[in-house]
């Protein structure tokens, strides 16, 4: 038996990565993730094309808040985020797309 990674109950896993008793609990933990992951991408980006206001609108402060109160509402629940090993694994794939776009972009 497994804990849900969303609602905590217990399920018994078809596959030995499965994180969630269903499919209601899996898209509760992935539009919440995204929701979240739009407005940190907005910040990130602000961040990385205008420094100055960045700093200016105390941007930095706003962060962290977000991060707390992430925290906070996620106080309970087993895990909230990705796999580090995934994250990696996500990130070098988007990488990796994005060569090949450019790449066949740039070919005669």
Excluded: W
């Excluded at 609602?7 to 030995?16: A, D, H, K, N, V």
């Excluded at 940190?40 to 700093?55: G, H, N, S, T």
């Excluded at 109160?69 to 629940?77: L, P, T, Y």
Aim: aromatic letters at 8%; proline letters at 4%; a positive charge.
């Amino acid at each position: 038996m497994k804990a849900c990674i969303e609602c905590g109950g217990s399920f018994q896993p078809r596959q030995y990565s499965a994180d969630f008793c269903g499919t209601p609990c899996r898209q509760a933990f992935n539009n919440r993730r995204a929701r979240r992951g739009a407005i940190l991408y907005d910040l990130v980006m602000i961040e990385a094309r205008q420094p100055d206001a960045f700093k200016a609108e105390q941007l930095d402060e706003a962060f962290k808040q977000l991060v707390q109160r992430f925290r906070e509402e996620d106080a309970g629940r087993k895990r909230t985020h990705k796999r580090l090993h995934d994250v990696k694994y996500d990130i070098a794939d988007l990488l990796r797309t994005r060569v090949n776009e450019t790449a066949k972009a740039t070919a005669p």
